[in-house]
T-cell receptor, first 114, second 118 residues
Framework: NAGVMQNPRHLVRRRGQEARLRCSPM?????VYWYRQLPEEGLKFMVY????????ESGMPKERFSAEFPKEGPSILRIQQVVRGDSAAYFC????????????FGDGTRLSIL | AQKITQTQPGMFVQEKEAVTLDCTYD???????LFWYKQPSSGEMIFLIY??????QNATEGRYSLNFQKARKSANLVISASQLGDSAMYFC???????????????FGRGTQLTVWP
């Protein structure tokens, strides 16, 4: 079974460009979560999605950031007009619809802003 | 408010010894889950162990065990017989229900950097 797949692994953008991060959940998982990790810190929640629905976006900045999980295809985290402060590791996780099951994480996308 | 606290920024242990990584949590929810993840220097997040708030027995997974003390709101990770490959950052995390759902986001602590020396 393939795990959670994130791509690209590394992404470099210049200030003002758009960044698109992709996440394919584990087979059978219908819940997707995005987290951001700054250096020397734990993971901070951004958004929780199910197919075609945003369930909880309380951790996502109101401007420039958006996320989707379409009926077909991967989940996308989009950052428009990137700034230096967006440099971080972005992790996607997925899970089954069961309380006792963990969230399984992808290897992350390291975003660097020049 | 939900909160996870890991008070040990760094821990050192000699190979083959046991080590305990501390984690305390704060929530007013009665139903919640506690998780430990390992993040090696390569950066991926590896799930280690889970404890449900209604589980009466402490969780165990191989060399990992979770010392769950509900009244004290602590969920310490015990690693027995440490190995050099255990050197990594360890994160404690909590999940509570979101708006009546059984699922929700994870709240993470700041992590503990474990170094195992020969």
């Amino acid at each position: 079974n393939a795990g959670v797949m994130q791509n690209p692994r590394h992404l470099v953008r210049r200030r003002g460009q758009e960044a698109r991060l992709r996440c394919s959940p584990m087979k059978g998982h219908s819940h997707v979560y995005w987290y951001r990790q700054l250096p020397e810190e734990g993971l901070k929640f951004m958004v929780y999605l199910q197919k075609e629905n945003i369930i909880d976006e309380s951790g996502m900045p109101k401007e420039r950031f958006s996320a989707e999980f379409p009926k077909e295809g991967p989940s996308i985290l989009r950052i428009q007009q990137v700034v230096r402060g967006d440099s971080a590791a972005y992790f996607c996780a997925s899970s089954w619809d069961r309380r006792d099951q963990p969230q399984h994480f992808g290897d992350g996308t390291r975003l660097s802003i020049l | 408010a939900q909160k996870i606290t890991q008070t040990q920024p760094g821990m050192f242990v000699q190979e083959k010894e046991a080590v305990t990584l501390d984690c305390t949590y704060d929530t007013s929810d009665q139903s919640y889950g506690l998780f430990w993840y390992k993040q090696p220097s390569s950066g991926e997040m590896i799930f280690l162990i889970y404890q449900g708030s209604y589980d009466e027995q402490n969780a165990t997974e191989g060399r990992y065990s979770l010392n769950f003390q509900k009244a004290r709101k602590s969920a310490n990770l015990v690693i027995s017989a440490s190995q050099l490959g255990d050197s990594a950052m360890y994160f404690c995390a909590m999940r509570v229900a979101y708006r009546g759902s059984t699922l929700g986001r994870l709240y993470f602590g700041r992590g503990t950097q474990l170094t195992v020396w020969p």
